[in-house]
C-alpha cells in the first residue's frame, strides 16, 4: 500500500481541502471495496450519494489526531470527495482551559457527577466565538456536521446560517443523568434545538426528549486503512521487536485511549489473576487525544500501578505519524491472543470492532453500544468480575480452536455491520433527508437505516470504577 504523506492541519485548524488545494490523505476508489462487500453494496452507496453530487460538506470536531472520531473523518472526507461530494473538515481550536471543561462536559453527558458553572460555560461560548471570529466557517458549505461536545455551541455563536446543521454525538449519553441535572439540561438542550437534526449512534443512546430529526448510525471502520488491511508475519515481529515483547508468550492486549472510562483497572485485575494459571503477558497500548486533558494524568497513573509487574507492558503510541501509528496497532492487535476492554462507558468502542474485524477473541463490557457488536459466547464474551473474566481469558488461552472460531464469527459479523460504505450510505441518506426535506421530517422523528438488534434496558454504570 503506497504510504501517505504525513498530514498537516494548516493554521486556520482545516485538515482536509479540495478548495484549498490541501488533501494530506486519501482512500481507495469505491471500487476497491466491491471484493470485500460485493457488488450490491457498492450500488447501494452509489444511489445514496447521487442526489448529494455537488453539495458542499463541512465536517468540525476537536482534534485532528487521537480519538474515533478523528479516525473515521480521515477515511470518510476523502471517500465523499471521490463520491462527488466536496467534503472538507476543519478542528476548532482553544485554550487548555477550555479542552479541561470540554472534557467534564462529555464527562457529565456519560452520567459522571459534576457541574458546570456559569464561568465554565462563558469560556466554552466564548472559545467557540473566538473560532467563528476567526473564520471558521470561511466559505458557504451546504452542511455542516458538528461531531460530539466540543463544538456543540458553534451554531448558537454562529447564528442561523443558510446551511443546514445536523450535531453527530459519539459519546454514550445517559439521557437520565442529563434530565436529573437541570442545568445542564437547559445548557445543552439550548444548544441541541438550533440544530437541523442529530445523528446516534444507537437506539438507547437517543435523547427523546429533544425536539429535532434524529437518526440512528453506527461507527465503522475502513478494511483498507493501514490499520485494518492484512500483515504479514515479518511486519508484525518489527513492530513487537521494536518495544521488546516476547511473541513466544501469550499476549493479552488493550488497546486505545487512556482513559479513565475504558476499564484498564479490571484488565490488569483480570489478568494478573490470569497469570497464576497460564503464562502470558499483558500489552496496554494508546496515545494521547490533542482534545483529552485527562489522558496524560491517566497514562502517569497507569505506570506508577504497573511499574514493578515485568509482565505488562504500557506502551504510549507516538501519534505524530498517523500512518505509523495505525500499522503499529495494526500489528499489536493481530498479535494479540485475546483482547480485552471492559469499558464502564463506551459510545461504541471502534477499537473492539477493528479487533473482530482481525479475527481476534474480544472480552468486553456489557455497556454501551458493545453488546451491538458483542454477541456473548459467540462473537466475543462479556466481563463479569475479574475472576470470573480471567476464567475466560484462561479458557481462549487453553482453547486456540475455539478462539480462532469465535474470531471467525466476529470478523463475519464486523464485515455485515461495521464497514464504511455501508454506513457511508446511511450517512448520505441523512444528509439528503436533512437537506432535501426540510420541513417534512417531523421534528419528534427517528431514523434508522438497518434493523439494529434490540437491547435490553440500559442500566446506570455509575462512575469509572475498577470493580
Known amino acids: 500500500m503506497r504510504r501517505e504523506a504525513r498530514p498537516l492541519t494548516l493554521p486556520d485548524g482545516t485538515v482536509y481541502s479540495r478548495r484549498k488545494g490541501f488533501c494530506p490523505f486519501s482512500t481507495p476508489a469505491l471500487e476497491a471495496y466491491a471484493p470485500i462487500i460485493g457488488e450490491e453494496r457498492v450500488e447501494r452507496l452509489r444511489r445514496a450519494a447521487a442526489p ?83 473564520n471558521i466557517l470561511d466559505y458557504e458549505p451546504d452542511i455542516v456536521i458538528v461531531n460530539d461536545p466540543q463544538p456543540l455551541g458553534l451554531m448558537e455563536c454562529n447564528g442561523k446560517a443558510r446551511a443546514s446543521w445536523i450535531w453527530r454525538c459519539h459519546i454514550d449519553i445517559d439521557e437520565g443523568a442529563l434530565a436529573a441535572d437541570a442545568g445542564l439540561w437547559a445548557f445543552v438542550t439550548r444548544l441541541v434545538e438550533r440544530y437541523d437534526a442529530a445523528i446516534f449512534s444507537a437506539a438507547h443512546y437517543v435523547v427523546s426528549r429533544w425536539p429535532l430529526p434524529k437518526f440512528i448510525i453506527p461507527p465503522f471502520i475502513d478494511p483498507l486503512s493501514e490499520k485494518n488491511v492484512e500483515l504479514g508475519r515479518r511486519k508484525i515481529e518489527k513492530v513487537l521487536d521494536k518495544y521488546h515483547i516476547d511473541a513466544s508468550i501469550p499476549i493479552v492486549a488493550q488497546v486505545g485511549r487512556f482513559d479513565p472510562w475504558k476499564g484498564l483497572d479490571r484488565t490488569i485485575a483480570a489478568f494478573r489473576l490470569a497469570r497464576k494459571e497460564r503464562a502470558c503477558q499483558l500489552v496496554l497500548a494508546g496515545g494521547l487525544a490533542s482534545d483529552d486533558p485527562e489522558g496524560e494524568r491517566m497514562l502517569d497513573e497507569l505506570l506508577e500501578k504497573t511499574k514493578n509487574d515485568r509482565d505488562i507492558r504500557v506502551l504510549r503510541l507516538s501519534l505524530s505519524d498517523r500512518v505509523k501509528n495505525y500499522l503499529e496497532v495494526n500489528a499489536l492487535q493481530r498479535a494479540a491472543n485475546v483482547i480485552m476492554q471492559p469499558s464502564t462507558r463506551e459510545g461504541f468502542g471502534l477499537v473492539i470492532t477493528e479487533a473482530l474485524w482481525k479475527g481476534k477473541p474480544v472480552v468486553a463490557s456489557d455497556v454501551g453500544a458493545i453488546p451491538l457488536q458483542i454477541v456473548d459466547g459467540r462473537t466475543g464474551f462479556f466481563y463479569e468480575t475479574p475472576k470470573k473474566t480471567a476464567g475466560k481469558v484462561v479458557h481462549l488461552l487453553d482453547n486456540p480452536q475455539a478462539a480462532a472460531a469465535m474470531g471467525e464469527r466476529a470478523h463475519r459479523y464486523v464485515s455485515d455491520h461495521f464497514l464504511l460504505p455501508d454506513r457511508m450510505a446511511d450517512y448520505l441518506m441523512s444528509m439528503d433527508m436533512t437537506l432535501h426535506a426540510a420541513g417534512r421530517l417531523p421534528r419528534e422523528s427517528i431514523v434508522s437505516f438497518h434493523p439494529w438488534t434490540k437491547l435490553g434496558k440500559r442500566r446506570w454504570q455509575g462512575k469509572p470504577s475498577s470493580s
Open 52 to 134: 448529494l453530487k455537488g453539495v458542499r460538506v463541512l465536517e468540525l470536531n476537536a482534534t485532528a489526531r487521537g480519538g474515533g472520531v478523528a479516525e473515521m473523518l480521515y477515511r470518510s472526507v476523502p471517500f465523499l470527495n471521490s463520491l462527488g461530494i466536496e467534503a472538507e473538515w476543519k478542528i476548532v481550536q482553544g485554550k487548555p482551559e477550555y479542552f479541561e471543561i470540554t472534557k467534564r462536559l462529555h464527562n457529565m453527558l456519560q452520567g459522571m457527577p459534576g457541574s458546570l458553572t456559569p464561568d465554565m460555560e462563558r469560556v466554552y461560548l466564548d472559545t467557540l466565538e473566538e473560532c467563528i471570529r476567526a
